[in-house]
């Protein structure tokens, strides 16, 4: 079955530029999107089809693709960006997520 | 403002069945393909269901395949959740979300989410 996959932490300090990957069997082929889940919060859509970014999502969020893997970058990373951030993406028909990435802004 | 309000969870035993229920409002609901996602205590996100802007499609995981049934009543801006045979691996936070697109396709992302109703199955 199709799995999209996620490293499952990544620590930057505040100011630095955070790259959160997700890697899936042809995922360049896909469209993906990244979402942002701080604690105890629903999700909220950052990026999607890859690059795009919905109204209201702050231009420091930014989406590339490349082979199989997506990315989503966070420069200028600030405190408030600390979340759990979820890559998705469709495959035959079934939406997949990856597992999150637990990002930490110390 | 556009919004979406679960409700209908709770404790429900294994074997039995419950129906959630999504109230949409601050957009045409009928214009847009609607989903369910779930999220066990402490774990991640999980697609469990999608249907078409007219109900003429619908999608499910295998997890919840011949289980659950996902409708919609475009008259009532509502979207449903009926489950059955519940398991306790059910046992989740079970989100209510809108598509961008009308259809299911590739290119379908999720871009509104409600606050979730929360169903636990134990005896």
């Known amino acids: ?106 | 403002e556009v919004q979406l309000v679960e409700s209908g969870g709770g404790l429900v035993q294994p074997g039995r069945s419950l129906r959630l229920s999504c109230a949409a409002s601050g957009f045409t609901f009928d214009d847009y393909a609607m989903h369910w996602v779930r999220q066990a205590p402490g774990r991640g996100l999980e697609w469990v269901s999608g249907i078409t802007w007219n109900s003429r499609s619908t999608g499910y995981a295998d997890s919840v395949k011949g289980r659950f049934t996902i409708s919609r009543d475009n008259a009532k801006n509502s979207l449903y959740l009926q489950m059955s045979s519940l398991r306790s691996e059910d046992t989740a936070l079970y989100y209510c979300a809108k598509d961008l697109r009308r259809v299911l396709d590739h290119r379908g992302t999720f871009d509104i989410w409600g606050q979730g109703t929360m169903v636990t199955v134990s005896s």
């Open chain 1, 1 to 106: 079955s199709y799995e999209l996959t996620q490293p499952l932490t990544l620590s930057v300090s505040p100011g630095q530029t955070a790259r959160i990957t997700c890697s899936g069997d042809k995922l360049g082929e896909k469209y993906a999107s990244w979402y942002q889940q701080r604690p105890g919060q629903s999700p909220v859509l950052v990026i999607y089809q890859d690059t795009k970014r919905p109204s209201g999502i702050p231009e420091r969020f930014s989406g590339s693709i490349s082979g199989n893997t997506a990315t989503l970058t966070i420069s200028g990373t600030q405190a408030m960006d600390e979340a759990d951030y979820y890559c998705q993406a469709w495959d035959s028909s079934i939406v997949l997520f990856g597992g999150g990435t637990k990002l930490s802004v110390l």
